[in-house]
């Protein structure tokens, strides 16, 4: 008999026999519980873990409240948590419900379990190319990797891309999120792709020396694992510049392979232009190293033969002083 009534304490948080019956004439009102309830919102309310009913009709508006007093919070989508049925009695005294006026029958423990689906692999590729489309990357995928079910609560619309990371050439993070619902949830995958990046080559190959034309540079499609550090990305960075080497047909620019041209060779003649304050003067000179525009360089005056620092100003012109 003490077993039999240990068992019963186990499973059910009741109200005593005579309690119940003093109840019986004050009320109608049942509140029956289960021990294992599956929701789908955010919250756990009374109607979600007990079976709530009359016989009255005068009943139905408190029904209604008691059914949407919220107990607790939900799990996470997919998980599982328990409820203690002393807490859930507790809720109910909290929410200004008398006890006296309900007949109610709790088990122990209310085992709450979140409601959920599976993501699928085509709402996490379509998220993805919607991502880079608006981010206007070309990069064509190839496969996304996860090693388990994403889950995500019922009431989601789908998911969505917040954010891509680049770890290596044709590697990706993709960080995802639930869209709208009770709860947002945030997850990471790993894609694989090959990325593409629109960069500057010779159209024909170009001598040492040679400085680059609009003509000889173009834009083209290159796969992102091929670009270097130091490759040049802008046209503008390339057209204008002297070949410091010499550079084959569709070959990409780097930054050690151009240079501004150079408007003074050495050995070559060239005005000086002396400046001292308001007073300025000129004379012819020797250049005796090559330099490009406001670069530094030693010059010799023809007439003094006296040798000075000019700065490379224009083509065959240097200035010697001031600023």
Known sequence: MSGARGAIAALLVIVSMSECLAQSDKTSIRVQGHSDVVVSDSSVRLGDIAHIDSASIKDDETIVRLRTLQIAQSPKAGESTLL???????????????????????????????????????????????????????????QIMHDKPVRIPTDSFGVEVVALHGTKPGHFGVDYRSVSGADEVRFQMRALGDEWRLMPVATSPLRKGAVISAADVQLRKVNAAAVLGDSVRELGDVIGKSVQRDIGQGEMFNTNAIALPALVLAGSRVSMLFRAGRLEASAMGVALESGVERQEIKVRNETSSKIVTARVIDKGLVEVGGK
Not at 101 to 119: D, G, N
């Open 84 to 142: 203690e049925g002393a807490q859930v009695v507790e809720k109910i005294r909290d929410n200004g419900v008398r006890l006296d006026t309900i007949l109610y029958s709790l088990p122990r423990q209310i085992k709450i379990t979140r409601a959920y689906r599976e993501v699928t692999n085509e709402e996490l590729e379509k998220a993805l190319l919607s991502f880079l489309g608006s981010q206007d990357k070309q990069i064509d995928l190839k």
